[in-house]
Every structure is written in C-alpha cells, then in structure tokens.
C-alpha cells in the first residue's frame, strides 16, 4: 500500500504566480521529508527537505511546509518560472536511509 | 549528479535471459541504492547498500539481486527477466545515514522485457 501519496498527477500555473504541490503519508514514524525535481531523461535531483522538528523551511524560491498532525506536506513555489516545468516527487523516511516516495506531480509553468 | 553513471542506458532484452545493471559513482558515498520507476507507483526501492558486501531489500526486491565488491559500483541482476520487470531503473548515492543527506541519483536504465 502506498505510504506517500500525490493526489495530483497534473498542475497548471501561470508564471510569476504560486505552486503549491501536495503530499500525504500514513506513517506516523517518518522523521525525514524532501522533495525531488525530475525533467524527462534524467534522475531526480535533490529540491528541499524538512525533518519532523520543523514545521517550514525555505530555501529561494522554494518553501516546504509540515502538518505532522494531519500527516500532510507542501511545496510552495514562488514565483513559479517556466523553468520549473518538471515532474515533482516527495519521499519519506523514518531511518534517513529507506525512503517511500510518492507518484509524483507534473508541473506546468505557462508563460 | 554526485558523478554516478549508469550502465546501459538502454536495454532490450527477451524473457527468461539474465541482464544485470551497473552502477559507478565517483563521490565515495557510503550507502548506494536500486529503484524502479513504473507509471502509478513513483519510484520504490528495490535494494541497497550500507557498504561494501553490505545490502539489504527493499520493498520490491523479488526476482532481483545486488552485489556491492567496491565502494564506487553497485550491480542489479535479474536472473530470468519478466515482463513484469520492464521498468526504469534508477541508481541513487547517499554520503551518509540521515535524513538531512540526500540521495544523488543517476540519469537511469530504461529496460524493456519482450
């Protein structure tokens, strides 16, 4: 059974307007959250992360926001570029090493 | 990313036939991991390693082996390829145990089971 899940597979945003992307688990042991970007062909790459003790961290343009009570994650892009246009995974670990992924969402930056 | 390579990149092979899966990183990370990425699923672990001679499974480690001699290559091997194992397969590296180290992953193997 999925432990992390992307209700969204698809998001449409204008450029210069906010991303938000969504993310849920169901254990309540993960510590550890981080969100990949991934373009067609490569692997994904490292975005932001966020552990347990923390409810937001920022880094640019990127803000990730913890809601451990209700087992939910977001990833706020602001302003969104074109160049986002990518494939957005969360993932999720209690042990920092086996971590669970989501579906992934397909982000859209409309010029 | 972090210089991992992955071996082929493509692969066409039948039912049945062995095919194993290279992947070489340059960073001197400790720990090395095996993933598929499959429409619907995201990317599930499949194997990984803690060090050399060290691994462990994952979620989705039937039908598939692993083997780590030195610290820079880690190898997948599907002893009798399925269908069910057309996937791509992704190699990722981690310096560290924590969540605050996060995994380096290669460009991927797209593999093709007829």
């Known amino acids: 059974d999925q432990q992390v899940k992307q209700n969204s597979p698809s998001l449409s945003v204008q450029e210069g307007r906010i991303s938000i992307l969504n993310c849920d688990y169901t254990n309540s042991m993960f510590d550890y959250f981080l969100w990949y970007k991934k373009y067609p062909a490569e692997g994904p790459t490292f975005l932001i992360s966020i552990s347990s003790i923390k409810d937001k961290n920022e880094d640019g343009r990127f803000t990730v926001f913890l809601n451990k009570s209700a087992k939910h994650l977001s990833l706020h892009i602001v302003p969104s570029q074109p160049g986002d246009s990518a494939v957005y995974f969360c993932?999720?670990?209690?042990?920092?090493?086996?971590?669970?992924f989501g579906t992934g969402t397909s982000l859209t930056v409309i010029p | 990313d972090a210089g991992i390579t992955q071996s082929p990149r493509h692969k066409v092979t039948e039912t049945g036939t062995p095919v194993t899966l290279r992947c070489h990183q340059t960073?001197?990370?400790?720990?090395m991991y095996w993933y598929r990425q499959d429409p619907g699923h995201g990317l599930r672990l499949i194997h990984y390693?803690?060090?050399?001679?060290?691994?462990d499974k994952g979620e989705v480690s039937d039908g598939y082996s692993v083997s780590r001699s030195k610290t820079e290559d880690f190898l997948l091997t599907l002893e009798s390829a399925t269908s069910s194992q057309t996937s791509v397969y992704f190699c990722?590296?981690?310096?560290?145990?924590?969540?605050?180290?996060?995994?380096?992953f290669g460009d991927g193997t797209r593999l093709s089971i007829l």
């Open positions: 960073e001197n990370h400790r720990y």
């Open positions: 993932a999720a670990s209690d042990t920092g090493n086996q971590f669970y």
């Open positions: 390693s803690y060090g050399v001679k060290d691994t």
């Open positions: 990722a590296t981690q310096s560290g145990n924590g969540g605050n180290q996060p995994q380096h």
